[in-house]
C-alpha cells in the first residue's frame, strides 16, 4: 500500500496553512506518535477523512501496537478530528450513504472489517470476513443493501452483507482490481496465455458480463470511479514506456490523450466532476530519485485540457482530490501541500 508519515498527539490532528488560489500551500503536522496514512476522500459536501494506521512503539520492549484510525474534518483540512481508533491494521475505505457512515478496515490476522454509524462517536460491527480476506471495495444503496468486492485465495469474489454473507459471484484468476457503481461492477483482466488486458462490466441487476478489450496495453496502474459513475483507468504499454490513460462511460472506452507526458509512468488517478488529477513518474538513468509531476486536466467538451504540473525532486504521493482544491504529500516527512486550482479552472 501507498504510506506516508504523520506526527499526531491524541485527539486531534492539527494542519496549518494559508490558501491562495491556484498554488501550492505547504504545512506540517506536529505532535507525538508516527502515523502511516494513505486514504483520504472528500464528500461532496466537503467533509474530508483521513484514514489509516497509528503506530505506536513500546521503547523498553521494543514491541509495537497498530491501530486503525480515522480523523475528520468540516473545515478544508485545517483541523482534524479524531473519530475512530481501534483494532485493525488500517482504515481503507469510508463510504457516506442514508446519513450513515460506513468504515472498511482491513486485519490480515483477525479479518477485515465493516462498521458502521450514525454519529461517527458509536461504531457498530456489521461483518467480519475471514482471515486472508482483502476488501477491494464496497458500495451502499439508498435501501441499505452493502456489496463488497473482495480477494480471497487469489481470486475476486462480490458478496451480499445483510444478516449472513451471500456469495453472488466469484471471478476468474484473471481479474486483478475492481470498482463498485450504482449499477454494476467494474473489473480489470489480464489474460496472460493470449496477453489481452480489458475492462470488464458485469451488470449488478441483470448478471451479465460485457468484456472491452485494451490491446495498447500491457500493464495496470490504477482504477477510480468517479462520482458521475464513469470508470478511469491508469495503464501503460511498457515496450514503448508509453503511459495510458482510459475513461469508460457504461458504454464505450476511450483513450484520454495525455501528451507530452506520455512517456511517464502514470502511477495514480482521481477525478471529481471535471477535474482529473493523475500522477506520473519518470526515474532517472543515473540514480534512484527521477522525477514526479503532478498534473491537473479539466474536461470541456469531453476533451482534456493540460493545465499545469508540478515536477519534484523527490518522490511525492499521489494527491487526494477535494472539493475546489487538492492534497498532496511528501513521502516519509509528514509534510503536506495544499492546492487550490480555482483560478486555473474557471469552468
Known amino acids: 500500500m ?145 456489496l463488497a468486492l473482495v480477494r480471497q485465495h487469489e481470486r475476486l469474489a462480490l458478496l451480499r452483507i445483510a444478516d449472513s454473507i451471500e456469495m453472488l459471484k466469484s471471478f476468474s484468476r484473471s481479474c486483478q482490481n ?13 489474460d496472460r496465455p493470449a496477453s489481452s488486458f480489458g475492462l470488464i462490466r458485469y451488470d449488478l441487476d441483470a448478471g451479465t458480463e460485457k468484456r472491452y478489450f485494451m490491446p495498447k496495453i500491457n500493464w495496470f496502474e490504477d482504477m477510480f470511479a468517479d462520482n458521475r459513475g464513469r470508470i478511469w483507468i491508469a495503464a501503460k504499454e511498457t515496450k514503448k514506456h508509453k503511459a495510458l490513460l482510459f475513461r469508460f462511460n457504461g458504454y464505450k472506452l476511450e483513450e484520454i490523450p495525455i501528451d507530452p507526458y506520455d512517456r511517464y509512468d502514470l502511477e495514480s488517478i482521481q477525478v471529481r466532476d471535471s477535474l482529473i488529477y493523475i500522477q506520473i513518474n519518470r526515474r532517472s538513468d543515473i540514480g534512484p530519485i527521477g522525477v514526479t509531476k503532478h498534473l491537473f486536466y479539466s474536461l470541456n467538451g469531453g476533451k482534456s485540457r493540460h493545465k499545469t504540473g508540478f515536477p519534484f525532486p523527490l518522490y511525492t504521493e499521489p494527491a487526494c482530490i477535494k472539493p475546489g482544491g487538492a492534497y498532496l504529500s511528501y513521502m516519509g516527512t509528514g509534510r503536506f501541500q495544499e492546492f487550490f486550482p480555482r483560478n486555473l479552472f474557471p469552468d
Open 178 to 190: 475492481g470498482r463498485l457503481t450504482k449499477d454494476a461492477l467494474y473489473l480489470t483482466f489480464v
Open 2 to 146: 501507498r504510506t506516508f508519515v504523520l506526527l499526531l498527539f491524541p485527539g486531534s490532528l492539527l494542519l496549518s496553512c494559508t490558501g491562495k488560489s491556484g498554488h501550492w500551500d505547504e504545512f506540517q503536522s506536529r505532535g507525538l506518535h508516527g502515523g502511516i496514512y494513505d486514504y483520504m476522500f472528500f464528500t461532496t459536501d466537503s467533509t474530508g477523512y483521513l484514514g489509516g494506521m497509528e503506530r505506536l512503539y513500546d521503547v523498553p520492549t521494543g514491541t509495537k501496537t497498530n491501530k486503525a484510525v480515522l480523523y475528520r474534518t468540516r473545515n478544508g483540512g485545517r483541523t482534524w478530528q479524531l473519530v475512530f481508533h481501534g483494532r485493525g491494521e488500517y482504515v481503507d475505505k469510508v463510504r457516506k450513504a442514508n446519513g450513515k457512515t460506513y468504515l472498511g478496515i482491513q486485519h490480515y490476522m483477525e479479518g477485515p472489517v465493516i462498521y458502521m454509524s450514525e454519529d461517527e462517536k458509536n461504531w457498530r460491527l456489521l461483518v467480519r470476513f475471514s482471515p486472508g480476506v482483502l476488501i477491494k471495495d464496497f458500495y451502499v444503496y439508498p435501501d441499505g443493501e452493502l
